[in-house]
T-cell receptor, first 115, second 114 residues
Framework: KQEVTQIPAALSVPEGENLVLNCSFT??????LQWFRQDPGKGLTSLLL?????REQTSGRLNASLDKSSGRSTLYIAASQPGDSATYLC??????????????FGKGTHLIIQP | DAGITQSPRHKVTETGTPVTLRCHQT?????MYWYRQDPGHGLRLIHY???????DKGEVSDGYSVSRSKTEDFLLTLESATSSQTSVYFC?????????????FGPGTRLLVL
């Protein structure tokens, strides 16, 4: 059974810092990996998707890397802003038929950016 | 934002009653998913569908059934609701056969079973 772990569970940093969120998974035979953010009481917003054959993806100030063989991914946030405060979730999928069979999620990193 | 709506957005019901949640999409995506989110457990897959009338179970499928009679709608039914099914339910869509691997999530339904 796939298990996804996110470290740290919570993080509070001053505005402007660069930071790294970590995600690890136990079964390296993944189809893809997604990073999401979730604001309190809201749904999930997709940030980045990395296919199993890729090493990294970038979107604006966000960069996600994937090391499938070691079962690790990191989300790098550059020049953090108070608006980045949210819970960040990592999730992996496996291949089934023509696509993904659903995501297995970590419990998230609760991020607070202090103004 | 992906065109996904969930109804109802909030519901309070009593133990033993049947409940149906609806997910509606306007994106014509082939895959649809139901997840639940609980404190301490995070998000977990209940059921998913890879086409009309094609469904499969997820990690926490006991006590739930699903139906997909047309591409745009995916229904989740709690045949006899229990207090342990109090949760926030999210629907998601994707279409890997069309190159849309990313799963997009709906706004969620908050269900309270008394």
């Amino acid at each position: 059974k796939q298990e996804v772990t996110q470290i740290p569970a919570a993080l509070s940093v001053p505005e402007g810092e660069n930071l790294v969120l970590n995600c690890s998974f136990t079964d390296s035979a993944i189809y893809n990996l997604q990073w999401f953010r979730q604001d309190p009481g809201k749904g999930l917003t997709s940030l980045l998707l990395i296919q199993s054959s890729q090493r990294e993806q970038t979107s604006g100030r966000l960069n996600a890397s994937l090391d499938k063989s070691s079962g690790r991914s990191t989300l790098y946030i550059a020049a953090s802003q108070p608006g980045d405060s949210a819970t960040y979730l990592c999730a992996v999928s496996h291949y089934s038929g023509g696509g993904a069979d659903g995501l297995t999620f970590g419990k998230g990193t609760h991020l607070i950016i202090q103004p | 934002d992906a065109g996904i709506t969930q109804s109802p957005r909030h519901k309070v019901t009593e133990t033993g009653t049947p409940v149906t949640l609806r997910c509606h999409q306007t994106e014509n995506h082939r895959y649809m998913y139901w997840y639940r989110q609980d404190p301490g457990h995070g998000l977990r897959l209940i059921h998913y569908s890879y086409g009309v009338k094609d469904t499969d179970k997820g990690e926490v499928s006991d006590g739930y059934s699903v139906s997909r009679s047309k591409t745009e709608d995916f229904l989740l039914t709690l045949e006899s609701a229990t207090s342990s099914q109090t949760s926030v339910y999210f629907c998601a869509i994707s279409d890997p056969t069309a190159g849309q691997e990313t799963q997009y999530f709906g706004p969620g339904t908050r269900l309270l079973v008394l």
